[in-house]
Each structure stands twice: as structure tokens, then as C-alpha cells.
């Protein structure tokens, strides 16, 4: 059984939203999908229609590009969420100026008192080179401690590399 919350990071294209989905198959509990992507060109469209393909049927889908906190309340007991991802819901803030701090204290405090269990996916992106520009280098500065608090409050964190599960904190179902 899933724990609370499981934590998902992994880069760009390592598999860690196939194996969230595969995590949240195995609960066999009714599944909610909490998307905050944006989709702004053709390239995007492309992506959510490749995942969206890649889940299949049988998800409840709600959109929410910044207020995830109002959707995790409205999760029930016996439900399981796959949020994906924490990385495009912070990227949405940052470009809307919003205060992250206060963005990422409502939503750790909603996740803390969801009713359902959380699978959050969230991208690593500090380990590539130094960004050239003020903006790059406060998102990659925001994600690391966005995903520091994320691996601090979860039951279960795993890093995927390669398609590859590492668990690091605690244990897999």
C-alpha cells in the first residue's frame, strides 16, 4: 500500500512519471490526475496528449496550473493522486510573480492534510550546468528547495534514473 505521500523526482525524461503511474495503478484505488502544465505551443500539446495516451482511461483529470492547494482538499479518502508535476507548478508561479515561499508553505500544508494518498512527481535540475540568466538561476534555486521540502514531508522519496527506481527514504509498496 502507498504511503501518505510519495515523492518522485527524477530529470527531464528518466522515467519518473512512468513510474509514478505505475505506482498509483498498483494502490488500485480510484485515480485523480492533478496536471499543472500550461500548454502554450504545439511542442507542449504534443507532451500532455503523450502522457495522457501513456495513463489511459479510468483517471479523473483536474486541471490547475496554479491552485493545486483547492484540488488536494477536494480529495477524497480512498483516493490516489498523481500530481505531475511540482516542477511546472512552480515554473507557473515564478512566471506569474507570485511569493513562492507562501506558494510552497499553502501547498505543503495541503498536502499534509489531503485525505487521499499523493504521489508528487517533480524534476532534479540542479545537477546540470550553472544557468546564464537571473530568472534560470532563481527557478533552478526554487526547484532545489521546493524538492528539499517535498523529500523532508514524504513518506517515501525515490529518485529515478535511466527508467531506473532509487529509493531514497523509506520503503516501496
Known amino acids: 500500500m502507498l504511503p501518505h505521500l510519495t515523492f518522485v523526482l527524477g530529470g527531464a525524461s528518466s522515467g519518473k512519471s512512468a513510474f509514478a503511474e505505475k505506482l498509483v495503478f498498483q494502490s488500485e484505488a480510484d485515480r485523480v490526475y492533478i496536471a ?3 500548454v502554450f505551443d504545439d511542442e507542449m500539446r504534443k507532451k500532455v496528449d503523450a ?6 482511461d479510468g483517471w479523473h483529470t483536474i486541471e490547475c496550473p496554479l491552485d493545486a492547494v483547492t484540488a488536494l482538499h477536494g480529495i477524497k479518502a480512498g483516493e490516489v493522486v498523481l500530481f505531475d508535476c511540482a516542477t511546472m507548478w512552480l515554473t507557473n508561479h515564478l512566471l506569474a510573480d507570485h ?4 506558494q510552497t508553505d499553502a501547498l505543503l500544508s495541503a498536502l499534509a492534510a489531503c485525505k487521499g494518498r499523493v504521489v508528487m512527481v517533480s524534476n532534479e535540475v540542479g545537477m ?3 544557468p546564464d ?3 534560470a538561476r532563481q527557478f533552478r534555486d526554487a526547484q ?10 514524504s513518506d517515501l522519496a525515490v529518485f529515478v534514473v535511466a527508467g531506473l527506481p532509487m529509493t531514497l527514504k523509506g520503503q516501496l509498496p
Open 36 to 38: 499543472t502544465s500550461q
Open 51 to 56: 502522457h495522457l495516451t501513456m495513463r489511459g
Open 99 to 102: 511569493n513562492i515561499d507562501a
Open 128 to 130: 546540470g550546468i550553472v
Open 133 to 135: 540568466n537571473k530568472l
Open 144 to 153: 532545489g528547495k521546493l524538492n528539499q521540502r517535498l523529500a523532508a514531508a
